[in-house]
């Protein structure tokens, strides 16, 4: 079992999307670009709520950039700044303005990361840098569903089977978003996770939620508000 949950923190990390444009044209992914006015460009910065990252208290996850929260049970526990900065291979120990600007920069941010012990499930959240070009351009059903060849050959090179990857929408607090859902099996344990997506400002924030041996992933959404 400990074999099994020290794969599902590795596939939490590859079902996030993150990374998985880095070899392919923005073209084949992200629909065609289109040449946008200075206007139409304009309106994706202006009125716009200034990058930041989430904050956990309480275990209460909040992002103000995203217009996420998340509160969890406590059995439940979120990774501390310093294991989110370890996530995206930066060393200090605390998330301060040098860090947060540093990752602002970055292609990819993880910003969220949580478990249930008792179970295995896990949520994690990370945004994916764009220009402002290819954030107008891109086709959040397209970009998922040009993904899910690529997801299942990585879940098979890890060893897991019977794997499905469908495109769907997902409700989450009465809103709905572009998804991926995943079926597999690891070990002869049953894995679920669901992936939605959506565009903020110049970023692509993808949020993964994962459970073992039953569904529940419906109810781990459930946690979530999105305003």
Do not use: H
Request: one cysteine or more; glycine letters at 4%.
């Amino acid at each position: 079992m400990k074999k099994v949950l020290c794969l599902i923190l590795a596939v939490t990390m590859l079902i996030s999307l993150s990374g998985c444009f880095g070899d392919n044209e923005p073209e084949d992914v992200r629909g065609d670009i289109v040449t946008q006015t200075p206007d139409q460009s304009a309106d994706i910065t202006q009125g716009e709520a200034e990058f930041s990252l989430g904050k956990t208290a309480n275990n209460t996850y909040n992002n103000d950039f995203l217009g996420i929260s998340c509160t969890l049970p406590s059995e439940w526990e979120f990774y501390t700044d310093k294991q989110i900065l370890e996530i995206n291979n930066m060393v200090d120990d605390v998330l301060d303005e040098k860090t947060t600007e540093a990752l602002k920069e970055a292609d990819v941010v993880y910003d969220m990361y949580a478990n249930c012990a008792s179970d295995g499930s896990s949520i994690n959240i990370n945004l994916e840098k764009f220009n402002v070009i290819q954030i107008l351009a891109l086709d959040l059903k397209q970009t998922l569903e040009s993904q899910i060849d690529v997801i299942k050959q990585s879940y098979q090179n890890m060893g897991y089977t019977d794997i499905n990857v469908n495109y769907q929408k997902t409700t989450v607090d009465s809103k709905e978003f572009d998804s991926l859902k995943l079926t597999a099996k690891i070990e002869g344990i049953d894995f679920y996770g669901t992936i939605f997506s959506f565009k903020k400002s110049n970023y692509m924030a993808n949020v993964t939620v994962c459970s073992l041996l039953t569904d529940t992933t419906d109810t781990i959404l459930s946690y979530f508000s999105i305003k």
